[in-house]
């Protein structure tokens, strides 16, 4: 069933040019929004807790723009079953490729970290064709072993490599010798909140996933935040702050803090962006655990 649901409806509307790709996500957007009302009540309970000073009709807006924009990403990610190189590199450009040279020169791996923001899925891919560091990307595999295999060739295809979540530590150890751009979600909902960095983000009490600052400092690698912007429809930019050069020597929870306020930053400019239908605060905070 998989194999035909790729094959007659995915790698067919991967091939269609970009003007088709958007006159579905429309269709779609239609369907998801009024008609069917997908996930819009954890969309809406997500805006109104993240801004409370907005109005119902400002959280509406935001709303409606965002599943616009869902949509997009939607069919943008099944467009990345059949992209070429050319195309993701016309698509999604890197701004500032120089942060990259320069730890390459001094043979240094990186960690970057970005949110689920704009299109990071084709900004990852861009990363690994526009700087000199090898992109590693770390993901949780799906669940349905076939479209796990087609979604692990397509991302692979033009050389960044998909770390399965319970290979990194192993991985991080055998790797020591390459000069690796990892690249960790700044807002993944940790599946141990006890194991947590807690913190307030978008006014709410937010367990934020450890790995990002657990292996920066163990490895004393530097810690880059990738900002992913959208010029327009289909057209985004990247571009990096280095957020700490010498991880070894930074405090417990400094470096959480600095990824998941460069985010916040970025949400709070333009919220239309984010993922909103994924339940980011389901877990509630542990009574040992401290702010």
Known sequence: MSRIVFYLFLKPISLLPYRGIYMLSDLLCFILYNILGYRKKVVVTNLKNSFPDKSPQEIEAIAHKFYHH???????SVKMFSITKEEINEHCQIVNPEVFEHYAKEGRSLLLVAGHYNNWELAAVACDLQTPHTAVGIYSP?????FDKKLHASRSKYGMELLPKKQVKTFFINNTHRIIN??????????NAANAYWTTFLHQDTAVAYGTEKYAVEYNYPVVFGRINKLRRGYYTMD??????????????????KHTRALELQILAQ???WLWTHKRWKRKRPAAASL
Do not use: H, K, R, W
């Open 240 to 257: 990096f702050t280095v957020l700490e050069d010498q991880p070894a020597g930074t405090s417990f929870g400094e470096i959480s803090e």
């Open 271 to 273: 919220p239309e962006y």
């Open 142 to 146: 799906l669940a349905n072993p076939y």
């Open 182 to 191: 990892y690249m960790f979600g700044a807002d993944q909902s940790p599946s």
């Open 70 to 76: 869902f949509c997009d990403l939607i069919l943008e």
